[in-house]
């Protein structure tokens, strides 16, 4: 007698590039938080992402960064909230966006949104994500003016997130992503995060990144210098782990705000290296 075995579907190997590789730690953080019996977020689309794909996952266990990649989701996810808030038909553009699921935590049924990648990024994207009526996915550089068209053609006002994405580029770059915005965009938000000295000089011993190929390139000490790259620049918004916004901290579960407040009290100069920012970019 022959057994028929159903067939599991193959995993994929995902084939991306040094920086597009990073996409897999926000994603496996994600799915690792949804198994916890007190998460600070769920997310089973992550997980079932994270089964589908043939990647050694595991060399991301126990790295205390994790939770700081979720909670950084978390305060990305407040501003991006709060912009939907005022303007729940504004065009929001998730720049580096990986796999992340953020319109899939936030969609109002209004909301118009671009998600942003290098193309092999986009490919990958492509397996898990369709695009819709009001959600489309965009395979471009953000340093290529090819995507501001797209956006600009989507109603204002905009709000950009660019999530533990800028960090990994020269600070040339970033500021010809300003001057985009700037000259493309006018009065667009920018959310970003920067990191400073203490942060990008000892990234070869991070939980996380020594262990990869991709490399933080923008060093940034204070978030106030950007508003000098050109006029019609203004932070708006700056905080760390240590200060994060209320609405955030208050609904993280105990255990996360008693090791925030123990992190910020042994850890302070570390933490305050890494900042997160919203920017308003006026022309
Ligand atoms: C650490 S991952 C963050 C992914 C996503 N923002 C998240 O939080 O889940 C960095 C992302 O930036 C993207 N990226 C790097 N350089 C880029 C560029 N020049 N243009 C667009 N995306 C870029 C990578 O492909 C990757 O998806």
């Given at each position: 007698m022959t057994i028929e075995r159903c067939a599991m579907p193959a995993k994929h190997a995902p084939e991306l590039g040094q920086i597009q590789e990073t996409l897999l730690i926000p994603l496996y953080a994600r799915a690792v938080e949804t198994r916890k019996r007190r998460p600070m977020l769920r997310d089973p689309r992550a997980v079932e992402m994270v089964e589908s794909l043939?990647?050694?996952?595991?060399?991301?266990?126990?790295?205390?960064s994790l939770v700081g990649a979720n909670l950084r989701t978390l305060l990305f996810d407040h501003w991006v909230r709060d912009f939907l808030t005022r303007h729940p038909a504004g065009t929001v553009v998730e720049i580096g966006t990986g796999l992340n699921t953020r319109f899939e935590r936030l969609d109002n049924g209004r909301v118009h949104w671009f998600d942003l990648d290098l193309p092999d990024a986009v490919a990958l994207r492509r397996r898990f994500f369709e695009d819709g009526p009001r959600r489309r996915m965009l395979a471009a550089s953000v340093t290529d003016p090819a995507w501001t068209e797209a956006v600009r053609s989507s109603p204002g006002p905009y709000f950009l997130v660019a999530e533990a994405v800028l960090i990994y580029l020269e600070e040339d770059a970033v500021r010809s992503v300003l001057d985009l915005v700037a000259d493309r965009l006018p009065g667009a938000r920018l959310a970003l995060e920067t990191a400073g000295a203490r942060m990008v000089g000892s990234q070869d011993r991070h939980d996380v990144l020594a262990g990869m190929a991709a490399r933080m390139r923008w060093q940034c000490d204070?978030?106030?210098?950007?508003?000098?790259?050109?006029?019609?620049?203004?932070?708006t918004t700056s905080c760390t782990f240590s200060t994060l916004p209320a609405p955030v901290r208050d609904r993280l579960p105990t255990g996360y705000r008693r090791l925030l407040r123990l992190l910020s009290a042994v850890r302070r100069r570390d933490i305050d290296a890494y900042r997160f920012n919203v920017f308003r970019v006026d022309g």
């Amino acid at each position: 007698m022959t057994i028929e075995r159903c067939a599991m579907p193959a995993k994929h190997a995902p084939e991306l590039g040094q920086i597009q590789e990073t996409l897999l730690i926000p994603l496996y953080a994600r799915a690792v938080e949804t198994r916890k019996r007190r998460p600070m977020l769920r997310d089973p689309r992550a997980v079932e992402m994270v089964e589908s794909l043939d990647y050694d996952f595991s060399r991301f266990d126990g790295a205390r960064s994790l939770v700081g990649a979720n909670l950084r989701t978390l305060l990305f996810d407040h501003w991006v909230r709060d912009f939907l808030t005022r303007h729940p038909a504004g065009t929001v553009v998730e720049i580096g966006t990986g796999l992340n699921t953020r319109f899939e935590r936030l969609d109002n049924g209004r909301v118009h949104w671009f998600d942003l990648d290098l193309p092999d990024a986009v490919a990958l994207r492509r397996r898990f994500f369709e695009d819709g009526p009001r959600r489309r996915m965009l395979a471009a550089s953000v340093t290529d003016p090819a995507w501001t068209e797209a956006v600009r053609s989507s109603p204002g006002p905009y709000f950009l997130v660019a999530e533990a994405v800028l960090i990994y580029l020269e600070e040339d770059a970033v500021r010809s992503v300003l001057d985009l915005v700037a000259d493309r965009l006018p009065g667009a938000r920018l959310a970003l995060e920067t990191a400073g000295a203490r942060m990008v000089g000892s990234q070869d011993r991070h939980d996380v990144l020594a262990g990869m190929a991709a490399r933080m390139r923008w060093q940034c000490d204070d978030p106030a210098d950007v508003e000098a790259w050109r006029p019609g620049i203004a932070l708006t918004t700056s905080c760390t782990f240590s200060t994060l916004p209320a609405p955030v901290r208050d609904r993280l579960p105990t255990g996360y705000r008693r090791l925030l407040r123990l992190l910020s009290a042994v850890r302070r100069r570390d933490i305050d290296a890494y900042r997160f920012n919203v920017f308003r970019v006026d022309g």
